[in-house]
């Protein structure tokens, strides 16, 4: 993985110079382990500060949604499906973008690890072939990255970018044989009553600060429903009704166009798993309308069309 | 002052006993973080930690607090009178916070607490607490208290000092509060000169372990104007997602919202936590936002703590240096770097 920061860099440099974009995102790297900065560079003299390793889970399409300018960005396997979302819902304009792709072989948890040194502090982490070795004051202790790729790394299907002007690299294996929706088919299985009980405790730890909602690339509303005020739909206490109030109807908003980025959890201060609710739409929007989002920005999304041969009777 | 020295097994034996006199909340673990909470059975405390992932300052000043009560019925004679609402203001005792979160109380303090104005609330739980406050023996590589008026052992702001010596406390009292609340405290026996040398001891190793270099001597020179329209806010904004993630940790952040709240005919005032990151935050009646992108909201949150509040309070910056803001800001917007960037603007 760590190969691309100089083909990221090289490809930046390129094409600011010949003047093909006006801007080049990409990420930096970050002032402390496990932790890299989205970065936006305007002049090939500052290509050098783009980075890229296996920490880069920010979902760089957030900073696309209604720039004006031509832009190069990078793109792995899900942030290239989420550009292929903000063409479809008319964010940002295909002509604007030229798409650097990354295929991509996962990021790495940053909580698996703190939680496998006991959380003694981390000081410096490299990647060494297929294992990294981390490094603390008084540890250094190796890992095998298979382990630790953030949980929806370890289940994705759509490493390689699915939409892309220029790729850095050989396409990677898809994986086969995962079971991505295990976790979501055991909430199934409760009765309604341990259902909200799952819930309530998922979310009881939430400060209301956003962090998810904002990382995600779908939330672009000039105003979300949270923030409205005249009328105000939600109370602003962290009363749990309020709270899970805004988590359900934000996993709803996000039906049909969720690509499972993990951006939101990985932003979570406070290590809440959202994707719980997600995961269950994304499951449900593949049984009922064998979709996928973001795989083909010439396709509408399932809750976005209405079709008079719809199979569905209820339609009609 | 007081200095006794308990094994840490005695300490949490003593523990128990003050909850006669105290409600005590201490760091406990919590999934992969601290949570200060209220210690009860099956709350235990946990002093072998860095910091608690939130700062303890909802113990004075809550997330969310019912200010006030009214009753919408008009069949009843006090309807539409607003009252207050009960709140506890029996002692606690805040055991294990960490001087930088002290710290962070008295720069609050200077807010809710002025010559001018004084907040009921925020001023009556401070008041009926104890800060009975853990040296950092090994700070983070992300700490910089040291930059901020404070340190690893910094007394300001505690009650009670506790120095980690291992399998033993020595706790010392620095206020009168504090030798309050050692005489309740159980056991102990008095602290002999090598305990005392040990204690001492590791105050330097600790401050050493600080290696940020954060300097905030210039801030109050600058032309506010100046640093308000400087070039660099845009470049350090455009990662930011305005999330409230660095708000809601921090220690200092004191900002708030109210909100009234109506179920059936019984209204509650509530005052929740704010962010100036959030748009919501400056929306003004009319429709109008003076902070309507991100790049000015970011530019209010530095420029408040690193400069508005240095000019009017004339005591230092509105940070403690804890780093949760650096450790936790989910894009990696480092306020060493924004301070050192402010600082050196010319």
Not at chain 1, 110 to 133: C, M, N, P, W, Y
Not at chain 2, 57 to 86: C, Q
């Amino acid at each position: 993985m760590l190969k691309y920061t100089e083909k990221i860099r090289e490809t930046a440099k390129r094409l600011l110079a010949e003047e093909k974009v006006d801007v080049f995102i990409g990420y930096q790297k970050g002032s402390v382990p496990m932790m890299n900065e989205p970065l936006l560079v305007n002049h090939p003299d500052k290509v050098d500060q783009l980075y890229w390793d296996n920490f880069c889970g920010l979902n760089l399409c957030n900073y696309l949604t209604k720039r004006t300018d031509k832009i190069g960005i990078i793109a792995n396997g899900c942030n290239s499906r989420n550009i292929v979302t903000h063409i479809t819902e008319n964010q940002i304009k295909r002509d604007q973008l030229y798409i650097v792709g990354i295929p991509c072989e996962g990021m790495i948890d940053h909580r698996a690890v703190a939680r496998a040194v006991k959380h003694k502090e981390i000081l410096d982490i490299k990647q060494e072939g297929s294992t990294f070795v981390v490094k603390g004051d008084d540890f250094e202790e190796t890992f095998e990255k298979q382990k630790f790729l953030q949980t929806n790394c370890a289940v994705c299907t759509h490493r390689n970018p699915v939409i892309y002007d220029e790729m850095l690299g050989d396409p990677v294996e898809e994986q086969t044989g995962v079971t991505p929706y295990a976790d979501v088919e055991k909430i199934e299985a409760m009765d309604p009553e341990k259902k909200q009980g799952f819930f309530t405790r998922l979310i009881s730890r939430c400060i209301r600060c956003y962090a998810c909602r904002n990382a995600c690339p779908l939330c672009y509303c000039p105003t979300c429903f949270v923030d409205e005020s005249e009328p105000q739909w939600v109370g602003k206490s962290i009363d749990p009704t309020d709270t899970m109030t805004f988590h359900f109807l934000r996993a709803y908003h996000c039906a049909g166009r969720c690509t499972d980025c993990g951006a939101c959890e990985r932003v979570c201060p406070m290590g809440i798993s959202m994707r719980q609710f997600t995961k269950k739409l994304n499951k449900d929007t593949e049984a009922l309308f064998s979709w996928e989002a973001g795989l083909d920005s010439e396709k509408r999304p399932p809750l976005d069309v209405y079709r008079p041969d719809d199979y569905n009777d209820f339609i009609k | 002052m007081t200095e006794k020295i308990f094994t840490k097994e005695e300490w949490l034996g003593a523990m128990e006993g003050l909850k006669e006199f105290y409600k005590i909340f201490g760091p406990v673990k919590d999934g992969d973080f601290h949570t200060f909470m209220p210690l009860n059975g099956e709350k235990k405390p946990d002093f072998d930690y860095g910091n608690s992932r939130l700062s303890p300052k909802s113990i004075i000043y809550p997330e969310s607090e019912r200010m006030f009560e009214y009753s919408l019925d008009e069949t009843e004679d006090d309807a539409h009178i607003v009252k207050e609402s009960p709140k506890d203001y029996s002692p606690c005792a805040v055991v294990g916070i960490r001087p930088c979160d002290a710290h962070a109380f008295q720069i609050v303090k200077r807010n809710f607490d002025s010559p001018e104005y004084q907040d009921p609330w925020w001023t009556q739980h401070f008041e009926s607490a104890t800060l009975v406050g853990l040296g950092c023996n090994a700070p983070c590589s992300t700490c910089f208290c040291t930059q901020v008026g404070g340190d690893p052992f910094n007394e300001e702001g505690l009650d009670v000092l506790l120095f980690d010596l291992g399998d033993r406390f020595l706790v010392k009292a620095v206020t009168d509060k504090g030798e309050a609340f050692l005489e309740k405290t159980a056991g102990g026996s008095a602290a002999d000169d090598g305990v005392l040398k040990a204690a001492e001891d590791l105050k330097q190793p600790a401050r050493e372990k600080i290696t940020a270099a954060v300097p905030t001597d210039r801030l109050k020179e600058k032309v506010t104007t100046e640093l308000f329209d400087a070039p660099f806010w845009e470049e350090v904004a455009f990662a930011c997602l305005n999330c409230g993630t660095c708000t809601y940790l921090c220690p200092t952040c004191w900002c708030f919202d109210i909100q009234d709240e109506v179920q059936g005919k019984q209204g509650d005032r509530i005052r929740n936590w704010d962010s100036c990151m959030f748009p919501l935050f400056s929306l003004h009646g009319s429709g109008h936002n003076p902070r309507d992108n991100k790049v000015q909201r970011v530019r209010q949150r530095f420029m408040h703590k690193l400069k508005y509040y240095v000019d009017k309070y004339q005591n230092g910056v509105q940070c403690s240096g804890c780093g949760r803001c650096v450790r936790y800001c989910p894009v990696n917007i480092d306020i060493r770097e924004v301070c050192k960037l402010m600082n050196d603007f010319a």
